[in-house]
């Protein structure tokens, strides 16, 4: 469970990480606010890391860290940029659904129970990057669309 529990701090690190090269590409094209949307992103899996990273450490575990794979580096659109966060979010959460499967399949009851404030997030993440495509689709190339989703998804984090 350790093993596969280090494991699911680089799945949240990496996250972090494509968050970062979304937030880079964006700031390189002016949309500073789907920018600032990937950044607060990346803070979040970053935490998500460290309430792993706890919790081994509780259990009287070792957190071991590799190296984290490059992350695609630019994107062709707002929208495509947040289809792939949508598709990582989907790869996000069958990786918490392995965790708790094999949680429950071990008997470890507080990793299960660790867990289910992952599933809970992991709804959450989900429908978040969702509701962007879903916005992104039904504007299509409109600039005006366009400008006022990246105003609306600045304020992130501001409040």
């Not at 979304?22 to 920018?35: I, L």
């Not at 070792?62 to 598709?87: C, H, I, M, N």
């Not at 990793?111 to 289910?116: A, K, P």
Request: with cysteine.
């Amino acid at each position: 469970m350790e093993a596969a529990l280090n494991g699911q701090i680089m799945e949240e690190m990496s996250s972090a990480y494509l968050y970062l090269a979304m937030a880079a590409d964006f700031e390189a094209k002016n949309w500073t606010g789907f920018a600032a949307w990937m950044k607060v992103q990346a803070g979040e899996e970053f935490n998500h890391a460290m309430k792993l990273y706890g919790f081994i450490n509780e259990r009287g575990g070792r957190a071991v860290f590799k190296a984290l794979p490059q992350p695609q580096g630019t994107w062709d659109s707002p929208l495509a940029a947040f289809e792939a966060a949508y598709k990582h979010e989907n790869h996000i959460t069958k990786c918490i659904d392995d965790l708790v499967k094999m949680a429950r399949e071990m008997g470890d009851t507080a990793t299960e129970i660790f867990l289910h404030w992952y599933v809970d997030e992991q709804v959450e993440e989900e429908m978040n990057a969702d509701v962007i495509v879903e916005k992104l689709k039904l504007m299509k190339e409109s600039a005006n669309g366009l400008y006022l989703l990246d105003k609306e998804l600045g304020a992130r984090g501001k409040n």
